[in-house]
């Protein structure tokens, strides 16, 4: 199949049966390579908060490795100390937990082969191969020409391996400033490949480490340490986003450099996950906490992990949603709408359907016996009859959504107005006589009904049929609650899409929270705890926020009922 049709595929939720890295993976296992074994990782530099891109490429790891009997390491990519900080490293390891890749006991740290990096870099300088180059940043950089025009060789490339032994031990016991020299590999300053062009493999920076502290004033570069760190935990499979695709020449040198025998890790690259609607560059999700354009990493709105889960999404609505997208090999984006369809696949089977009302309006049923309350018995979930059933009380006064009112109704508007009839879920049949309207703001303040007792839901007698069914809550038994609804968090598909002199900032949604105070739930939510997840009658899934308290639930919308997604698909 070719990628083109794969996109479709992937586009259109389907799961191609083996994805090309499978497919390669099969083919080595056939000629024996690395005796079977399959070991992948998941390599974070820790430097934020992971998001849903990562969790894709958790999951494709995690899940070959599953799926060839092997192994998965995480493995931090703990190589710039400035940058680096012990809260994201926490954050990484509840995310991947969460999502629930398991590295056993193989939690690594490229910090923890700086020794071994070091003495190979010293036997790559003895075999000739790597040089100290005095110059500074600026002047290399410019040596190294364009992908058109070769490089320039630098005047300290052909010193001895003696010398050179001796200026890379002085740079290690912290002789020299930062930036005053660094390692190089001499490689061919000429080669089409950028990348091949001498690379710089180890620079000075008298920087603290969140783990080796001061041990280090040279901290290797990600190329150099990347490879060499898969070879050393004998990965076989070292899967990466494609930009890295350039960098592959220069892994494999690496690696030739220091391995022994047959066995080297093999560099695959899978397009990234992109997604509408968001960014997902580390830089622009931390510029977006640090100035407050949301409310921290995990905020519900963020492509975060972390935030996906506040939000409500769990990792098996993730999981599917990985295996729609699929693994290509060429860039594309994917519509967010999959992800909603994931998590509402999920969560209809396990939600239990309650009644919430958002914004409230009371209705006093003037026919109904006054201090009179019925448990009427429901069920938790009709996509689940072991989830069992619950009562919810009912009684005289009531609240339904304001929208589910009108006072002068078009014809098909199957809710309730004037000299209508609807009927409340699991409860009555009611019908409109009256409604009081406040004199100041011109809002409905309440409305009268009468009931019919021998339409109750379930008896006998109750088969008489209403056009319109309204979710409701008992006023004197709801709990008062706070809903976050979300939108998108920018407001076009591309965010980068900008005017000139503008950036992806100026697209942000200015509307993307809104926070609905007195909303009114059925009791039976007081015991429920940050996390838990429901389906609001009518209204879509939820979940307990962190901010919960036993005083104030609190609700963050994770999607509506809506499901644009399988729309699309059933056209
Ligand atoms: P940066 O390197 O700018 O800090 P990064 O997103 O590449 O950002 P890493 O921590 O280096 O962050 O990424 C860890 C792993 O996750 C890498 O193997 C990377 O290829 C993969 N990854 C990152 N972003 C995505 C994405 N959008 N889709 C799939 N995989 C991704
Ligand atoms: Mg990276």
Known sequence: MNDHKANHREQAGEQASVNFIEAIINEELKEGKNDGRVHTRFPPEPNGYLHIGHAKSILLNFGLAQKYNGKFNLRFDDTNPTKEEQEYVDSILEDVKWLGAD??????????YFDRLYE?????????????DDQPAEVISEQ??????????????????????????????????????????????????????????????????HRTGDKWCIYPM??????????????????????????????????DQI??????????????????????????LLELVKEEYVNGWDDPR??????????????????????????AKRDNVIDVALLEHSIREDLNKKAHRVMAVLEPVRVIITNYPEGQVEEMETENNPEDPSAGTRKIPFSKVIYIEKNDFMTDPPRKFFRLGPGREVRLKGAYIIKCEDYKVNDETGEVEEIYCTYDPDSRSGMEGSKRK?????????????????????????????????????????????????????????PGLKNAVAGDKYQFQRLGYFCVDKDSTAEKPVFNRTVPLRDSWAKMKGR
């Not at 590295?103 to 923890?112: A, V």
């Not at 990965?235 to 892994?251: A, D, K, M, N, Q």
């Not at 391995?259 to 622009?284: C, D, H, W």
Request: proline share 5%; aromatic share 10%.
């Open 144 to 209: 190294r020409g364009t992908p058109t025009q070769p490089g320039t060789e630098s005047p300290f490339r052909n010193r001895t391996p003696e010398e050179n032994l001796d200026l890379f031990r002085r740079m290690k016991a912290g002789e020299f400033a930062d930036g005053e020299k660094v390692l190089r590999a001499k490689i061919d300053m000429a080669s089409p490949n950028m990348h091949m062009r001498d690379p710089v493999m180890y620079r000075i920076m008298h920087a603290h480490h």
């Open 222 to 255: 990600y190329d150099w340490a990347h490879g060499e760190s898969d070879y050393i935990e004998g990965i076989t499979h070292s899967i990466c986003t494609l930009e890295f695709e350039v960098h592959r020449p220069l892994y494999d040198w690496f690696v």
């Open 302 to 327: 963020m492509p975060t992990i972390s935030g996906l889960r506040r939000r409500g999404y769990t990792p098996e609505s993730l999981k599917l949603f990985a295996e729609k997208v699929g693994v």
């Open 103 to 112: 590295w056993e006991d193989r939690l690594f740290f490229t910090s923890d």
């Open 259 to 284: 391995r022994e025998g047959e066995y080297r890790p093999r560099q695959i690259e899978f397009a990234r996950l992109n997604l509408s609607y968001t960014v997902m560059s580390k830089r622009k």
């Open 120 to 132: 190979w870099a010293e036997k790559i300088i003895l075999d000739g191969k790597a040089y100290v």
């Open 466 to 522: 209403v056009k319109g069914t309204l979710h409701w809550v008992s006023a004197q038994h709801a709990l008062d609650a706070e809903v976050r609804l979300f939108d998108r968090l920018f407001m076009k598909e591309d965010p980068e899409d900008v005017e000139e002199g503008k950036d992806y900032k100026s697209n942000l949604n200015p509307d993307s929270l809104k926070v609905l105070n007195g909303c009114k739930v059925e």
